[in-house]
């Protein structure tokens, strides 16, 4: 009988995403024509969109055409992006960026302050950005968190997180006592690259490996439209990446250090005593010989990180994003011509296009795709 009602109730997830989706992503349709297009009885779609409507996640918008015959004018529906709303917290090392957006990302506040790892003082930090925004509180369903860190997403413990001094830490349960509505916690990198997807250079692609250059160096992936995270929630960490040729130097990972390749390709392994990873771009575009070399060792290491993550996970897109990729409109072309070059497996090379703020959105997401997944939304 558990078995049976699993399953049916699985069932009835995937028909209301499907009509959701349906909706979503037409200007106006009617239960009919939803019936129709997704071969559902008439009456699935009606308590489905009674549902919906209830929720205010879909309104009607008067009525359609009488049919060839003469029948009865239908009831149109389309999606209320602003029925609800998501607040995005992205928690870095220096800084703390809160962003409140409507169910497709439209942002209606943003706020970036002082970072701090005292949680008491994080969750007053959220709350009177809520208030300075002025949004209906009641609209707002949930809250994603992105933390610098090892993060577990189902507990909402950070197991580690070096910049902010936090060790084995519920974040989950100290937010979650603050506020009335869900909070989802993940790992920065991780909502970064949800971001992207979502409302970036990701176009939506359920395959994607994304790469985060900063002052250190971490990776997110998705394939099938889900994060991958392993079996310790630390997939994804390709600053420990090492050549023979590191090995034979002795050049070794140690826990608690940059690792071998982040020390060669990160911001903070790039700069020099003359220029920050900024300023080697912009000096390397204007052909100063003085910072040839650094950045082409610079690419040479990242194009073979990227190319055997693409050999092993054939993503349908690389998007590389963090501080240091907005200085790299100069030399994407270049490493997107050694990627070509190195493996004959093809993929879409870009950099990301939302910024410092594609933690935040993304960690909006994380939330909005944990209540679609219970039901919730």
Do not use: H
């Amino acid at each position: 009988m558990g078995k049976a009602t699993s399953k049916f109730d699985i069932l009835k997830k995937i028909n209301r995403s499907m009509v959701l989706e349906k909706i979503q992503t037409s200007d106006a349709i009617s239960r009919t024509e939803i019936a129709k297009v997704l071969n559902l009885s008439k009456s699935t779609v009606s308590k489905i969109v009674e549902d919906l409507l209830d929720r205010k996640l879909v309104e009607e918008t008067g009525k359609g055409e009488s049919t060839e015959r003469g029948g009865r004018r239908q009831d149109l529906l389309r999606f209320n992006p602003k029925s609800t709303l998501g607040v995005g917290v992205d928690i870095g090392g220096t800084k703390i960026r809160i962003v409140i957006t409507d169910l497709i990302g439209e942002v209606l506040f943003e706020k970036k302050v002082k970072s701090t790892n005292n949680t008491e003082i994080i969750s007053q930090i959220i709350k009177s950005s809520i208030e300075e925004s002025q949004v209906p509180r009641e609209k707002i369903i949930a809250m994603g968190v992105g933390v610098p860190g090892v993060t577990d997403p189902i507990s909402g413990i950070v197991a580690s997180a070096p910049g902010l001094k936090w060790d084995n830490l519920n974040l989950k349960d100290k937010l979650q006592k603050e506020f009335s509505y869900p909070v989802y916690i993940n790992n920065d990198v991780n909502c970064a690259a949800l971001g992207e997807r979502w409302l970036g250079s990701g176009e939506n692609s359920d395959d994607i490996f994304f790469i985060a250059l900063g002052t250190g160096i971490g990776s997110a992936i998705i394939s099938e439209g889900n994060l991958i995270y392993g079996s310790s929630y630390k997939s994804g960490e390709i600053g420990y990446q090492i050549s023979r040729d590191d090995i034979r130097n002795n050049r070794v990972n140690k826990e608690g250090e940059f690792g071998v390749f982040e020390s060669k390709a990160s911001g903070e392994g790039i700069k020099s005593n003359d220029f920050t990873a900024e300023q080697l771009f912009k000096e390397f575009s204007k052909g100063n010989e003085r910072t040839v070399a650094i950045i082409e060792d610079f690419l040479e290491e990242l194009a073979v990180v990227i190319v055997n993550c693409v050999n092993l996970l054939n993503p349908e897109r690389v998007i590389i994003g963090g501080g240091v990729s907005e200085s790299m409109g100069e030399v994407i072309s270049i490493l997107k011509k050694k990627v070509d070059e190195l493996t004959p497996i093809k993929t879409n090379l870009n950099l990301a296009t939302l910024g410092n703020k594609a933690g935040a959105l993304g960690a909006i997401k994380f939330a909005f795709d944990q209540l679609a997944e219970s039901n919730s939304l």
